[in-house]
C-alpha cells in the first residue's frame, strides 16, 4: 500500500488543522492505520491509531488525547487527523503509517517498528 500525506501548514496556537493521508494500492485487506510525529532531534512517536473496520480502536497519545481526532474514510481510502487546540509543541514532521493486521496492539500501536508502510510526511508548525 502506498500513502500520502497532505493538509499540514502554519497555524497560531489555539488553530485547527486537519491532515488527511491518502491510501493506494493493496487498499482492499485490513489494516491499523496510525498518525506519528517527529520534532527536530527527536523520536518518531505514536500519535494516534485506528483499525480499518470497526471494533479496535482509536487509540491516542495522552499529549493529543480531547484535542485530536483520528478518522477514516474508507470509500475513499483515506485517514485523517483533525487537530485542535494545537499548541507549540504539537510542531513536527507528521507521518501516516500502516501495517496489515486483524487489529491495532494495544500496547504498540504507538511504536513505529510495528508499521511497515509510510507516507513521506506533511510539516505541521505552531507558532505565533
Known amino acids: 500500500v502506498q500513502l500520502g500525506e497532505s493538509g499540514g501548514g502554519s497555524v497560531q496556537p489555539g488553530g485547527s488543522l486537519r491532515l488527511s493521508c491518502a491510501a493506494s494500492?493493496?487498499?482492499?485487506?485490513?489494516?491499523?492505520m496510525a498518525w506519528f510525529r517527529q520534532a527536530p532531534g527527536k523520536e518518531r512517536e505514536g500519535v494516534a491509531a485506528?483499525?480499518?473496520?470497526?471494533?479496535?480502536?482509536?487509540y491516542y497519545a495522552d499529549s493529543v488525547k480531547a484535542r485530536f481526532t483520528i478518522s477514516r474514510d474508507n470509500a475513499k481510502n483515506t485517514l485523517y487527523l483533525q487537530m485542535a487546540s494545537l499548541k507549540p509543541e504539537d510542531t513536527a514532521m507528521y507521518y501516516c503509517?500502516?501495517?496489515?493486521?486483524?487489529?491495532?496492539?494495544?500496547?504498540?500501536?504507538?511504536?513505529?517498528?510495528?508499521?511497515?508502510?509510510w507516507g513521506q510526511g506533511t510539516q505541521v508548525t505552531v507558532s505565533s
Open positions: 485506528i483499525y480499518t473496520h470497526d471494533g479496535d480502536g482509536p
Open positions: 503509517a500502516a501495517e496489515y493486521r486483524g487489529d491495532c496492539p494495544d500496547e504498540r500501536w504507538g511504536k513505529k517498528a510495528e508499521y511497515a508502510y
Open positions: 494500492g493493496d487498499t482492499d485487506r485490513t489494516y491499523c
